[in-house]
């Protein structure tokens, strides 16, 4: 698929730009600062409805506006669409579908998809585990649009059940009423954590291969990259083998929390659940955290991320169905080896965009549209030629 026009209202550094986007590579190039970022986020967020720079849409709308708006014409095949989403902090986010009416956001998932990678993703390898479980459950959205309401139900009833936990834990007192209300929430929270777990390990059978392979293609090394899955639910742990099935891992979380009963009542917190589990990344022996160089750290992000685009293409099998593959401001950091090869790697995107402060830095086989990005006084984007 493929992205034919980009339009912004309010978001970020843009009070309003209107971009035309060509199949094939197009190049975004302008000096720090200048909103190349921005741009490619948006792009991100139309497919994602998240940002891979931050956790919570406020820093998405423009200082001093209320709302931000990114439309896109999304072109899959012979079929056009026109996506718009809303970005209300503090409110509900809506999306519209070629000019209809407003609705749930979420119904707009899955009309674009996109991989994106960005100097970011750096701390998939040496981050937190939040940063690598949200990895995941972006690539579990974006192959099964439903399973975000599984995501959704989770965290609201993990606070729901932390609050519950932390209360009695203030009020230092444990009353029977506590008791019937933490087994619903138990309930309700194994059920939405075996569906959002199921499609972690669907997800992470699929990527393993890939991210060996594109790990190898980029870094030539001889280390191989690979993973463990780390589980606080032991049914889910490890990666290979079949993957339990959601009434299995429906029962064995229930089954944790419940010998956990009393850890979390002295701790005032949710102690299992995909919530606290990680994916730990290895290169050779060793993990990739705390051991892998500069330059292995950044094949190793790059990997997971070409890994999961193979996932996405793997997962349908229809080529007008491909991501729009982002690359911001990769090739800066590369050696000539390794830009060389990406860029071979990224060829066969149906859209391929990049970013780049210096244009010498994108390899000469990227050749496409080079779009000058720059702001104008009122914040409206400007052409190479500063022009409206
Ligand atoms: N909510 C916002 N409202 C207004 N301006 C914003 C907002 N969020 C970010 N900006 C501005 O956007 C600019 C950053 O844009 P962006 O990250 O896209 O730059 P870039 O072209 O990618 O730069 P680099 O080459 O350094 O990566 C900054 O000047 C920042 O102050
Ligand atoms: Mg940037």
Redesign the pocket.
């Known amino acids: 698929m493929h992205l034919s026009h980009l339009s912004l209202t309010d978001y ?2 843009y009070h309003r730009a209107e971009l035309d986007l060509s199949p094939g590579p197009n190049v975004l190039v ?1 000096s ?7 741009v490619v986020e948006a792009i991100g967020y139309l497919a994602t409805q998240e940002s891979h720079r931050v956790s919570n849409d406020a ?5 001093g506006a209320t709302q931000a708006i990114i439309r896109g014409r999304v072109h899959r095949g012979e079929r056009a669409v026109a996506v718009e989403i809303e970005i209300n902090p503090g409110k509900s986010n809506r999306a519209a579908i070629n000019r209809g009416a407003p609705q749930r956001a979420r119904e707009a998932l899955g009309l674009l998809r996109s991989v994106l990678f960005a100097p970011e993703d750096l701390s998939l390898v040496n981050g937190d585990p939040t940063v690598r479980r949200r990895f995941l459950d972006d690539l579990v959205v974006q192959l099964r649009p439903a399973l975000g309401d599984a995501r959704s139900d989770y965290d609201r009833v993990l606070r729901q059940r932390n609050a519950l936990l932390k209360n009695a834990r203030a009020s230092r007192t444990w009353s029977d009423e506590h008791d019937h209300t933490l087994a619903v929430w138990d309930e309700h929270l194994s059920r939405a954590g075996a569906r959002v777990l199921n499609g972690r390990l669907h997800v992470l059978q699929m990527l393993a291969v890939p991210l060996t392979e594109s790990y190898a293609a980029l870094a030539q090394g001889r280390k191989a990259a690979g993973f463990t899955y780390e589980s606080t639910v032991p049914l889910a742990g490890g990666q290979h083998g079949t993957i339990p099935s959601e009434q299995e891992l429906y029962e064995a979380l229930l089954a944790e929390l419940e010998s956990r009963r009393k850890q979390e009542r002295d701790r005032g917190v949710t102690l299992a659940g995909p919530h606290r589990d990680d994916l730990a990344l290895t290169l050779g022996p060793a993990p990739a955290k705390g051991f892998a160089s500069h330059g292995e750290t950044w094949s190793m992000a790059l990997g997971l991320k070409l890994a999961s685009y193979r996932v996405l293409i793997a997962d349908d099998a229809d080529p007008d169905a491909r991501p729009v593959l982002i690359l911001d ?1 990769v090739f800066a950091e590369l050696d000539e080896g390794r830009r060389a090869r990406l860029a071979a790697l990224a060829a066969d995107a149906e859209q391929l965009l990049v ?1 780049a ?1 210096v244009a010498g830095d994108i390899p000469g086989e990227l050749a496409g549209p080079r779009i000058g ?1 720059s702001l104008g006084e009122d914040g409206s984007m400007l052409d190479a030629e500063g022009a409206p």
Do not use: Y
């Open positions: 970020r550094s302008g720090n600062g200048v909103g190349k970022t921005n820093p998405l709308v423009r200082f401001d970013t402060a990005v």
